[in-house]
């Protein structure tokens, strides 16, 4: 081989590597772009996805402004309705304690004086009595409710039976008596304070109070 077609055959393989290169550049190119296209898509989608998470957050802080005027108006409504509760149950106990006496004679009990809210305090503890009727040699505790129920008459009945000495030993050796009044009763509550041996009171209109215990009740009444 002379010169000439050594230079040629150097020549032809520089050319072909020249349209490799060429080649090669050119899916370079076409790699870059695809490559910027894909970024730009992943561009826009986070830039819809931090507006989206700029709304969420907008909308979160609107719903937490409301939860916050409900949670307020909530505890408004639950402190009127706790104070109403209160005035009604202040209503309930004077009404019945101002018919008790004419209720008490109708059961045979006679000379007695009544007296109204009573509290005893002793080893961090204490207990509130509604009405306390004090006569010859015996004591009835009265026990008011708004709307009476079977689980206040047990309450009650253990309060008299386990407490009411202890927080009062001045009546000890008195023949102790329940009475228990409502405005309103819950099913079966008037006839399970009866059978406990309680002096069952309702109140009625007015100052009027009624005896809600059997006519014969009063020749059986239990002492606790």
Known sequence: MNEIQEIWEILKEVGERLNRLAKSQEET????????????ETDRKLKELAERQAETEEHIKKLSIQVSKVAKEVRNTTKAIA??????????EDTIIEGLEYALKELGFEGFRVRENLKSKMDGDSM?????????????????????RVDDVDEFVEELEKRFLKFFPEYKGYRLYGAIAGMEFQRFANRYANKKGLIVLKHKDGKDVKVLNPKDFSNGITSL
């Open 29 to 40: 190119d076409k790699q870059i772009k695809e490559l910027r296209k894909v970024q730009e």
């Open 83 to 92: 104070q109403l509760n209160g005035v009604w149950q202040d209503y309930t």
């Open 128 to 148: 509130e009595i509604d009405g306390l009727v004090l006569g010859d040699g015996y004591v009835i505790v009265l026990e008011v409710k708004t709307t009476l």
